[in-house]
């Protein structure tokens, strides 16, 4: 299969010269993301009950959504304007194909280097299934539980193509044998980060839609509040995202830096970097997957920024949602008690023991992420992937000595040798292919150019490019079904955890996520007695009372009276509340977060009758974080002062 690829491959690099095409497809030796790299070391701890980072990357197209995706990627064309008519072609779809093929392999060299980075069990890997939504439109789903679990961060890696084969040895994004264009998406909840609606970093090409998507999912987890719902929101993939043409969302953005001190998200030129020699000779000859072409280059230097702007989050704030719904699959009356906590006693050894349980479910999900790891990259698929890559990396070498050559005549008798031999046939065919050495041929050629002939060579060469791509999507297809026998066995294979409680230690075997759950749920409802303060829900207030919202936490008389989280719509407006209330109104120590159609702004400090009032911490977009002083809702000026915060463990508030 290999070699008839590379046969094929050889053929269509020259059919694309034979078109005039002169370029030799370089890429840059040096990533913008490896200049300039903080050396920073992880900063915080592995936050209780959740993970730092998911790292989410399209795996497999279904079979019924692949005419959509197909044409969905065609026609949202990163790079330039696709020709007219390659939508739905042969060679198009065998390069959408390779998209997800390549995503699939490279994407774990982003995991090995930030797992190396971050604590044990910290990194969790998501492949998608790209399908087919209930109204027929394009979206992708998680195959693995990864991303119940809360997380710091999330990473959207792809890899991507240029969908118009004819243009893809110019100066368009590639991602074939030594080159590779990466697409990058890192984003937080966005309570960590309000204005920029959590996106922390994307390439250029999936800004506004990565934005358009955090904004989709603030409103719709705000949605869920409302009807006292914590289920988690799991977007779809913003290469997705990008390819249907989603409507986009403005966002402040800034260039590279290692963390944003303006409120923005960092911006990601989109490049075409360029594996070297040195490594490609390495990848050829290896026999596992112990060689990693893309580390060095990219993944490496990726991995530190993100570790970097790790360290500038409040982990609190990035995973309190998530948490809270972890924790409301064993206790709902305890997660909105979560947000900012309790002085209960009863209170602190229930979460404890709820948290003790949530690292249960992350060890079972990082050995999941280690089988996937292990069974893709070092298995038959990974194999599969570093053949091709070497194949594809001979086509390229070829095709960059051809065109130094300059010579337009020899690269057209080349390519039609070449097509005979592909073909089945041989150099002794007919008119020039009859020549006995080069240099008759070559003669030939210049005849038959100057007699009108050379449209005969334009007509093979698109021959040979169909059967190339053909090729192409037969592999493709193949390493497709590779990736689900890879993945099968990662996700029903038996695994057993301890449970480190807090009086024992218990073993729990399981061979399924599902079945691990329930396990731990029968173990919690056997173990922890009922609460006295538990959370309920009521009404939450706007100053003033006119419109009534929806709290979930601590109640008294049918009003917020206590720690927990509102939620509120005025006017054109979605408001949402964390931290202490009393008679219904927002009142102590909190985090208020205003969503209008122009952006968010969030307001961190101390509240009194709904307002902010004292020392507030204030962020909106494309500004620097501001301390000011309010006086019942209005701003007086700049406060030396700190603001409080509801995640300092500041559990009193006015309403206790």
């Not at 019924?64 to 008519?85: M, W």
Request: proline share 4%; charged share 20%; net charge negative.
């Amino acid at each position: 299969m290999i070699k008839q690829i590379l046969v094929a491959s050889s053929v269509f690099a020259l059919s694309v010269a034979v078109t005039g095409c002169a370029s030799t497809a370089k890429g840059v030796r040096s990533s913008v993301v490896t200049q300039s790299v903080p050396q920073e070391a992880l900063r915080s701890d592995l936050p209780d009950g959740g993970v730092l980072a998911v790292i989410r990357y399209p795996a497999i197209v279904e079979s019924d959504a692949k005419d959509v995706y197909h044409r969905a990627y065609a026609k949202r064309a990163i790079g330039g304007q696709s020709g007219k008519g390659v939508t739905n072609t042969i060679e198009t779809v065998a390069v959408a194909d390779a998209a997800v093929v390549k995503s699939n392999y490279f994407a774990l060299s982003l995991y090995k280097e930030l797992a190396a980075k971050l604590p044990e069990h910290a990194v969790l890997l998501s492949p998608h299934a790209i399908k087919l939504g209930p109204g027929g439109e394009l979206t992708s789903e998680p195959m693995t539980a990864a991303e119940d679990l809360p997380s710091v961060v999330s990473i959207d890696f792809a890899t991507y193509s240029f969908p118009d084969s004819k243009k893809m040895m110019g100066g368009v994004p590639l991602t074939f044998g030594d080159l590779v264009t990466p697409l990058v998406t890192v984003r937080t909840d966005h309570r960590a980060s309000v204005p920029t609606q959590g996106l922390l970093m994307a390439s250029r090409p999936l800004l506004s839609r990565a934005a358009a998507e955090g904004r989709e999912t603030a409103l719709e987890t705000i949605d869920a509040l409302q009807r006292g719902d914590f289920d988690p929101v799991v977007p779809e993939l913003d290469f997705v995202s990008y390819i249907t043409n989603d409507t986009p969302q403005d966002v402040s953005v800034q260039s590279l830096a290692t963390r944003s001190d303006k409120n923005a998200a960092m911006v990601l030129p989109v490049e075409k970097v360029r594996i070297p020699a040195s490594e490609m000779r390495l990848l050829e000859g290896a026999s596992d997957g112990t060689v990693d072409p893309l580390d060095d280059v990219y993944t490496d230097a990726l991995s530190r920024r993100i570790v970097a702007l790790i360290n500038g989050l409040d982990a609190d704030k990035a995973i309190m949602m998530g948490r809270a719904a972890s924790i409301s699959d064993f206790d709902p009356s305890l997660a909105a008690l979560t947000f900012v906590g309790s002085d209960e006693d009863d209170y602190a050894a229930r979460v404890a023991y709820a948290e003790r349980l949530l690292d249960a479910q992350r060890k079972y999900l990082s050995v999941q992420s280690l089988r996937i790891f292990d069974g893709v990259h070092n298995g038959e698929l990974g194999a599969q992937v570093r053949d091709m890559i070497s194949a594809e990396h001979d086509v390229l070498e070829k095709r960059r000595k051809l065109a130094r050559q300059q010579n337009a005549a020899t690269i057209m008798g080349i390519a039609s040798v070449a097509g005979g031999i592909a073909m089945g046939g041989s150099a002794g065919g007919t008119d020039c292919r009859r020549s006995r050495t080069q240099a008759e041929y070559n003669a030939c050629v210049r005849r038959q150019q100057m007699s009108g002939m050379a449209s005969s060579g334009m007509v093979s060469a698109g021959m040979f490019a169909i059967q190339e791509a053909m090729a192409k999507k037969r592999l493709s297809q193949q390493v497709g079904t590779n990736f689900l026998n890879s993945i099968v066995p990662a996700l029903e294979q038996q695994t057993t955890v301890t449970v480190d409680l807090l009086d024992s230690n218990e073993t729990i075997t399981a061979i399924r996520y599902e079945d691990l759950q329930a396990k731990l749920q029968d173990l919690y409802s056997q173990r922890q007695r009922a609460l006295d303060t538990v959370a309920t829900q009521c009404a939450y207030l706007e100053p003033g009372g006119q419109k009534r919202g929806t709290w979930l936490g601590v109640c008294e008389n049918g009003l917020a009276n206590g720690s927990g989280a509102g939620v509120l719509e005025v006017g054109d407006e979605v408001m949402e509340y964390y931290g202490y209330a009393k008679n219904g109104l927002a009142d102590g120590p909190g985090l208020m977060i205003r969503h209008a159609k122009i952006g968010s702004i969030s307001y961190e400090g101390s509240f009194i009758n709904g307002r902010p009032d004292g020392t507030v911490r204030v962020s909106q977009s494309g500004r620097e974080d501001k301390t000011r002083n309010f006086v019942s809702g209005v701003d007086s000026g700049a406060s030396s002062q700190e603001a409080a915060s509801p995640f300092d463990g500041l559990t009193g508030g006015a309403g206790k």
